[in-house]
């Protein structure tokens, strides 16, 4: 119940934004597809937590969800073959618009940023499991999700956009970073909300370039790779 509850709490906030992006700009805003994005979410929490923790993970002695992010990942890929979606317009392409240098830079930098941290700050290697989860999962369910599908519905409900360095960015793909970092920094505890301010600023924040990169390239292959990267180096010093 406590993931359920966290899961409203996230949607209302987005829901508030929304409604108020809504209420600014009425004209490009579409109220169907900005429902359908909120379903998605819950739709996504629901496959990525196993039925909120309904059923168990597999195998069952491990403290990583592999079978939640698996079982999210087959789900996400099968909403995305829906016509209304397509895989090209999600984004699950491994074609490259013509912004892949620019991204490639951006890329390179935020490698060397994660790189620096956890070298500076060494309290040696993790499990191997560790190491092979952080590397592979969160960067392949999360950017399908966030970056594809979920980006894709949001950009429908809201259409308008503005250039920012040779990216497309809408209100919609603003709403994905923010409910990004609430999917990490919101949840429900104790019969209370509990917000991570600070937990919310490094997954937010970071979330605004991998949205760029996405938008720039026009697939969620860039952002794969730097989202695991910045996930899979903390496991190696």
Not at 137 to 151: A, K, N, W
């Amino acid at each position: 119940m406590n993931e359920f509850f966290t899961v409203i709490g996230q949607v209302a906030v987005i829901a508030f934004a929304g409604a108020l992006g809504a209420i600014w700009s009425w004209r490009n805003f579409r109220l169907l597809w900005f429902v359908g994005a909120l379903d998605l979410y819950v739709l996504y929490d629901f496959l990525l937590t196993r039925g909120f923790f309904a059923v168990p993970n597999l195998p069952a002695d491990s403290p990583w969800n592999w079978a939640g992010r698996f079982v999210a990942l087959v789900g996400l890929l099968s909403v995305a073959r829906s016509p209304l979606l397509g895989y090209r317009r999600s984004g699950l392409t491994l074609p490259q618009n013509a912004g892949l240098r620019p991204a490639l830079v951006v890329l390179l930098m935020l490698s060397a940023v994660c790189v620096f941290l956890p070298v500076s700050a060494s309290d040696g290697r993790d499990h191997w499991e560790t190491v092979a989860f952080q590397w592979l999962m969160p960067g392949l369910d999360e950017e399908v999700f966030y970056r594809g599908v979920l980006l894709l519905a949001m950009n429908e409900a809201f259409r308008a956009r503005v250039l920012v360095f040779g990216a497309a960015i809408g209100y919609g793909g603003l709403l994905t970073s923010v409910l990004f970092g609430l999917a990490h920094a919101l949840s429900f505890q104790n019969g209370v909300y509990a917000f991570n301010s600070t937990l919310f600023a490094v997954t937010a924040l970071p979330s605004l370039l991998l949205l760029w990169m996405r938008e720039r390239t026009g697939s969620v292959l860039m952002p794969i790779v730097a989202h695991n990267i910045a996930n899979g180096v903390f496991t190696l010093f």
